[in-house]
């Protein structure tokens, strides 16, 4: 492909078409299933999506066609497709999302999770990057091909539309269309992250994930604490108790040694290199409070922490009333939604039933614990790729970025890439994506920085086009 002629028609086809069009996607306050109790009946998830359809449809790409596969109680899968520039090249299955989470606070007073803006080239809102410009990169990267007239296999794009609830039913369906995929031999994923916005970023390795609802009561109703306090222990403090099973607190060093598996010495090595190039920059792009750090001093640690090493966040908490309406009552319960990272090679439903043993045994003060899980997913390890995509993503990423892709260890999850592995083994996977330094996915001041999204669009599209020409 002439890369100068790539570069235009994409930057040309954003400002014009697919930005507006997150914007207006970003617009909606749809949220993922496991947020909204309504989704099923206020429509907000599918209006948002349509409008990405509606703007896929428009871009008069040769062979499109899409589904929306419906199922009861089920959110929706979009089934999109081109057919191959010429008969007998291969499939390449792309995989994205469109449902967002929850708005959360915090934003800064220019934009909102529902009221996007443009501030130094950076798209601010939800969903835009995470993931909502998938759908975009993928189809402009096949009419960026066909506007070349260069080959391009059949592509296969699988949108969910529940990732962010911990994608429930994709396995199930993706099986009950698995006829129609076909066997891809290539699989790009555009749901992954950068560690600077000066390279392509090569994600090989994905952590796992489980997510629980960890209750702990002690009294049937709240009590008078000058009363009760000395007598009847605090749910809170014996919520402590059973974490310190969990969690170091001293260091966040997770305990348990089933959560851990070894590090091999080319992980390492290769995290070593990284830290050695980006230094602290991405580090330093969390919005740390003045004089708070990080976890370790040392860099490579610190890295092998976020891709590597077990973790346990409390994200979300039941049973605490707000400060200021708080009494001097000893409550009678504490529940704490625990999220808990995992290396990319553990299992998550072993570690959670493993989990769940260790904080409803020998319970302090014979309280009752409930422990509800809310999801799951395994870790994700890339396999060795071959050849012929190595040096093209090394292409890509020196012609549209003007350096040299490197590999990163990411530390969130996208299940699917694990159970796909085990479905298409033979697949080369690329797993890429925009979720780069500030971009702050799930948080507040979400963004999309722009001309990081366009190049990466350009990249897929030099992909797919060498792709094409190997077969």
Known sequence: MDPQRTRDFVDAAADTGSIPALMEFVKVPSTSPLFDPEWETNGLIRKAYTILLDWATAQNVAGFSYEILSNPHEADLLYLEVQASSPGLPTVLMYGHMDKQPAFTGWHDFCGATNPAIKENRLYGRGAADDGY?????????????????????????????????????????????????????????????????????????????????????????????????????????????LSRIEDAETGRIKLDFLHSPLEPKVYGDMADVCGLIGWSFIKSFPFVEGAQAMERDLVENMLNRAWRPTLSVVGANGLPEAASAGNVLRPSTTLRLSIRLPPRINSSEAFEKIKEVLTTDVPYGAKVEISRVGKGNGWAMNNPRKWLEDAYQEASNEFYGNKALYMGEGGSIPFMGSLQEIYPEADFLVIGVLGPESNAHGPNEMLDIPYYKKLTCCVAHMLATHAHQH
């Open 134 to 242: 998938s759908i975009t990169t993928a189809m402009l990267s096949v009419k960026a091909c066909q506007e070349q007239h260069q080959p391009h296999g059949r592509v296969v794009m699988v949108l969910e539309t529940e990732e962010e609830s911990g994608s429930p039913h994709l396995i199930d369906n993706i099986n009950r269309i698995k006829d129609r995929i076909g066997t891809p031999s290539l699989i790009v994923c555009l749901d992954s992250g950068a560690m600077t916005y000066d390279r392509l970023w090569l994600t090989s390795s994905l952590r796992g994930v489980v997510a629980f609802d960890f209750k702990v009561e002690i009294l049937q109703n709240g009590v008078h604490s000058g009363d009760a306090s000395g007598i009847v222990p605090s749910s809170f403090r014996i919520m402590r108790q059973l």
